[in-house]
Nanobody
Framework: QVQLVESGGGEMQPGESMTLTCTAS????????IAWFREAPGRNREFVAG???????AYYPPLSGKGRFTISRGKNTLYLHIESLKSEDAAVYFC??????????????????WGQGTQVAVSP
């Protein structure tokens, strides 16, 4: 099993940028794909960006694309950089691990291990 811990959330103002961090531990050798999701009040959990753990290939939602989000990783960390924050970016951001290959893993059902989430608030 893989343990995932997110950090870096907080209260931000529109137009600011921020980077969220996910630290992975445990059976990190079993990770195929790792990704960021977000969940705003009253909305479904939404795929934001993902990455193949082995070759660091990033992928983004097919319809909306990369947009203002950039996913990257370190040795056992995953980052999500968000440019020019908007009010609609306010959500709890989760890191998750999938046994499926990248580009296939796009919905929460494809992911087995989840972090506890980090809250991002955006207000003037």
């Amino acid at each position: 099993q893989v343990q995932l811990v997110e950090s870096g959330g907080g209260e931000m103002q529109p137009g600011e940028s921020m980077t969220l961090t996910c630290t992975a531990s445990g059976a990190t050798g079993s990770i195929h794909t790792i990704a960021w999701f977000r969940e705003a009040p009253g909305r479904n959990r939404e795929f934001v960006a993902g990455m193949s753990w082995l070759d660091n290939e990033a992928y983004y939602p097919p319809l909306s694309g990369k947009g203002r989000f950039t996913i990257s990783r370190g040795k056992n960390t995953l980052y999500l950089h968000i440019e020019s924050l908007k009010s609609e970016d306010a959500a709890v951001y989760f890191c998750a691990r999938s046994p499926f290959a990248a580009h296939v893993a796009l919905t929460p059902g494809h992911f087995d291990d989840w972090g506890q989430g980090t809250q991002v608030a955006v207000s003037p």
